[in-house]
């Protein structure tokens, strides 16, 4: 292993359990004062609803650090995996061209990651939001987004030049991964 690799290692696991302490003392702080509404918006906010909002804090954060683990597992198999080597070389059968090639492998990364994300975002929308009389969203709702999120990143997608002349349609599907 390369002095890079040691390094890239290395930051990934500082950053990875700095998130999750900074999460968990985060979740310690509000659980510490669940009991009891601050001063300055006691007079707007209920404790029951101050209690309500602490607990529904607690569950998304408790989401967010299993979430950032398998981040962290995911960007693991993608760089010292190969994942990312095998997308590249996947995308350089379809396309000749580098832009091409660099565009659909953007694609590619984008639709890997946005697939993983998924069940995160079915589960805090169906699961946490839903446990808290939060979620107005029913499946067919969450899907249709998923489609339109989808279409509007394809749209956004580039255009490249093939080296033999021909225009080459590769959509990138970028704004998959921001749901």
């Keep these: 292993m390369n002095l890079f690799s040691i390094a890239f290692l290395l930051a990934l696991a500082i950053a990875t359990i700095t998130r999750l302490w900074l999460t968990y003392r985060h979740v310690q702080h509000i659980q510490a004062h669940r009991s009891a509404v601050p001063t300055a918006f006691a007079n707007d906010i209920a404790l029951d609803a101050h209690q309500k909002a602490a607990d529904y804090n607690g569950a998304k954060a408790g989401s967010a650090m299993v979430h950032a683990v ?3 597992g995911v960007l693991l198999i993608l ?8 997308l590249d070389d ?8 580098e832009i091409a090639r660099g565009t ?7 639709a890997v990651t946005a697939i993983i994300d998924l069940p995160f975002s079915w589960y805090r929308t169906f699961k946490i939001e839903a446990r808290f009389g939060f979620n107005r969203m029913t499946l067919s709702m969450w899907l249709g987004d998923l489609a339109k999120t989808a279409a509007i990143g394809a749209a ?5 030049h ?3 002349g021909t225009d080459v349609v590769a959509l990138c599907v970028v704004g998959l991964d921001s749901v």
Aim: without cysteine; aromatic residues 24%.
């Design 90 to 97: 996947w995308a350089g059968s379809w396309f000749g061209s």
């Design 70 to 72: 398998v981040d962290s």
């Design 104 to 110: 659909a492998l953007i694609a590619f990364f984008a």
């Design 156 to 160: 956004f997608g580039a255009v490249a």
């Design 162 to 164: 093939g080296e033999d």
């Design 79 to 86: 760089t010292f995996g190969g994942l990312l080597q095998w």
